[in-house]
């Protein structure tokens, strides 16, 4: 079983939804989390950085964490065609160290 | 402000050979990662260098990987006597204090 778990799509949704997109993981010690958006043959983009559970919101971003579920969610309101992409969820147990990365989920928005 | 780069952008090079790939991260940025992205594996820590302490270098799959960072910038990634296995898209990431890692475009790396 991996560390973290992610859902690999592909998620089809006509511009305007609002996506959720989830990561779950076994490791209770995590306790950075993140996502980035990755566009093809590009690197990764960071999205949203927190540490604690609740919400945290970025414009039409909203990164949710669950430490006693072990369960993260990015939500992405009014959907649009640009935010096409691969989303990667990201953890990692301390403020250095190295991240470990869910397997992403491939988005596409439909005009 | 400039953001991390990495040379080659593409790599094509035969089994057996051995490869350099280099890193440029963020200016002023402590600490640097190597990554590899392949489509079976996902995204996978290699190697982490933090200033002037030693690299953690758990992630590396073989003593064919080695990495080294020269005067706390530029670093370079290198694979001896590479494999099929190898080919993969290989990241870089650097971050400060703040501890948020940028990735870098990566190098695509295919051994034929």
């Known amino acids: 079983q991996k560390e973290v778990e992610q859902d690999p799509g592909p998620l089809s949704v006509p511009e305007g939804a609002i996506v959720s997109l989830n990561c779950t993981y076994s490791?209770?010690?995590?306790?950075?989390f993140m996502w980035y958006r990755q566009y093809s043959r590009k690197g990764p983009e960071l999205l949203m950085y927190?540490?604690?559970?609740g919400n945290k919101e970025d414009g039409r971003f909203t990164a949710q964490v669950d430490k006693s579920s072990k369960y993260i969610s990015l939500f992405i309101r009014d959907s649009q065609p640009s935010d096409s992409a691969t989303y990667l969820c990201?953890?990692?147990?301390?403020?250095?160290?190295?991240?470990?990365f869910g397997q992403g989920t491939e988005l596409s928005v439909k005009p | 402000g400039a953001g991390v780069s990495q040379s080659p952008s593409n790599k094509v090079t035969e089994k057996g050979k051995d490869v350099e790939l280099r890193c440029d991260p963020i200016?002023?940025?402590?600490?640097l990662y190597w990554y590899r992205q392949s489509l079976g594996q996902g995204l996978e820590f290699l190697i982490y260098?933090?200033?002037?302490?030693?690299?953690?270098k758990s992630g590396l799959p073989s003593d064919r990987f080695s990495a080294e960072r020269t005067g706390g910038s530029v670093s370079t990634l290198t694979i001896q006597r590479t494999q099929q296995e190898d080919s993969a898209v290989y990241l870089c990431?650097?971050?400060?204090?703040?501890?948020?890692?940028?990735f870098g475009p990566g190098t695509r790396l295919t051994v034929t």
């Open positions: 990431a650097s971050s400060s204090d703040r501890d948020e890692q940028y």
């Open positions: 490791n209770s010690a995590f306790q950075y």
């Open positions: 927190t540490y604690s559970s």
């Open positions: 990201a953890m990692k147990l301390s403020e250095g160290g190295k991240l470990i």
């Open positions: 200016s002023g940025h402590t600490a």
């Open positions: 260098f933090q200033g002037n302490s030693a690299p953690d």
